[in-house]
């Protein structure tokens, strides 16, 4: 079968990777000439919104997907009605505005920091007194890594926070003072049926996910997590793989955001369940059955931000494995990822000691119990 996907990153890239083996023939659209899944995908170089592209690969797929979520809802729509297209069109738009996003948790009875709207510098003034500080300053769309944010702690921070991020659509929120975060990820299939994968823990330096691990040291708020996975699963008819990010406060959840797609906290999937999260999502949105999801070890993921560590150096800890996404480096970038995986906690804590230097951080980085 021919699968398409509108953009052409390392998710596409691994996506590709993922399918091969059960047979799919891929083909990726990606403004970029040098977009890091086009040595593995043939690449239909064009623009997001260019009709040209969006045609051949309309013609050519039986289904297509997309890697980012800024796919403009036009294009989904109209891709959608020509042909196959998942995640639907519906949960991409939500996604990327995080008033809707929000408001759709809220009414799904799923927590939310406390959020207001904000367009003018009154509003920001009237959204301070509402939500109350410290409270955190977004766009809401094309924000990702923590970039279009500022954390308010003072309310005399508000001008100076709206010059910097003032001018689009923007949501204030409480800020969470959380123990940890953790994210869902599940893959429904084309007649409903769900496979949940364990709640991942994850880890965050400046706004990006440095570190994911499996099993998560709060597994009594997996079913709960699972229970809001399906809410939304089915309130959006979703088709395909979804990734829900959570703070856990006082023992609960609190949601974030979602990503109606794979996503970087499921890259341990790889080698650390039975079925990636790769995978599942080909299966669920060609209607065939989905993977077991069940851990097969513990597993940590490292993000190689900005270069890629020593692969030899990689190679030589037990259980590790590397991956490299053909990027060229360029600081704050995400070039690749590494995974370890061990049968016994105490082997994964051994691996990570000799894994975190090669990717720039200190041993303890991440706390004494990882
Ligand atoms: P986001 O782009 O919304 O995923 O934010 C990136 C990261 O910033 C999150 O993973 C958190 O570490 C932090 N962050 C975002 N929103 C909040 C909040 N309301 N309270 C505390 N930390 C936050």
């Given at each position: 079968m021919n699968v398409g996907i509108v953009g052409g990153g390392q998710l596409a890239r691994m996506?590709?990777?993922?399918?091969?083996?059960?047979?799919?023939?891929?083909?990726?659209?990606d403004p970029a000439a040098d977009a890091c899944a086009g040595p593995v995908a043939p690449l239909i170089q064009?623009?997001?919104?260019?009709?040209?592209?969006?045609?051949?690969?309309?013609?050519?797929?039986?289904?297509?997907?997309?890697?980012?979520?800024?796919?403009?809802?036009?294009?989904?729509?109209?891709?959608?009605?020509?042909?196959?297209?998942?995640?639907?069109?519906?949960?991409?738009?939500?996604?990327?505005?995080?008033?809707?996003?929000?408001?759709?948790?809220?009414?799904?009875?799923?927590?939310?920091?406390?959020?207001?709207?904000?367009?003018?510098?009154?509003?920001?003034?009237?959204?301070?007194?509402?939500?109350?500080?410290?409270?955190?300053l977004k766009t809401r769309r094309l924000g990702y890594d923590g970039k279009g944010q500022r954390v308010l702690r003072k309310s005399e921070e508000s001008e100076a926070?709206?010059?910097?991020?003032?001018?689009?659509?923007l949501i204030l929120e409480s800020f969470v003072p959380f123990e940890r975060e953790v994210s869902v990820l599940a893959a429904r299939g084309r007649a409903g049926e769900i496979a949940f994968y364990p709640l991942v823990e994850n880890h965050h330096r400046d706004g990006i996910l440095r570190l994911s691990r499996v099993p998560c040291q709060a597994p009594e708020l997996e079913r709960e997590g699972w229970n809001y996975a399906r809410l939304l699963l089915e309130r959006l008819d979703y088709v395909g793989l979804l990734a829900i990010e959570f703070f856990v406060q006082d023992g609960r959840l609190i949601a974030n955001e979602m990503a109606p797609r794979v996503h970087n906290s499921g890259h341990w999937t790889l080698e650390g369940a039975e079925t990636s999260q790769f995978e599942n999502h080909l299966r669920a949105i060609l209607g065939l059955p989905l993977g077991s999801t069940a851990m097969v070890g513990h597993a940590v993921m490292l993000n190689a931000i900005g270069t890629l560590p020593d692969r030899a150096a990689v190679l030589a800890t037990p259980g590790a494995h590397f991956h490299d996404y053909g990027k060229a480096p360029r600081?704050?970038?995400?070039?690749?990822?590494?995974?370890?995986?061990?049968?016994?906690?105490?082997?994964?804590r051994a691996g990570l000691e000799r894994l975190l230097p090669l990717v720039g951080f200190a041993p303890g980085e991440f706390g004494s119990d990882l």
């Open positions: 996506l590709a990777l993922a399918g091969y083996p059960l047979g799919l023939r891929f083909q990726v659209l064009g623009d997001y919104d260019a009709e040209d592209g969006l045609n051949r690969l309309a013609d050519w797929a039986e289904v297509i997907t997309f890697d980012f979520e800024n796919v403009p809802a036009a294009v989904a729509r109209t891709l959608g009605s020509q042909v196959a297209f998942y995640p639907p069109a519906k949960a991409l738009e939500t996604a990327q505005d995080r008033l809707y996003e929000k408001t759709l948790f809220w009414e799904l009875g799923i927590p939310t920091p406390a959020f207001a709207t904000v367009d003018s510098l009154e509003e920001l003034h009237g959204a301070v007194v509402q939500v109350e500080l410290p409270a955190v926070a709206w010059r910097e991020l003032g001018g689009v659509p600081p704050g970038r995400k070039v690749g990822h590494l995974t370890l995986r061990a049968g016994h906690p105490e082997d994964l």
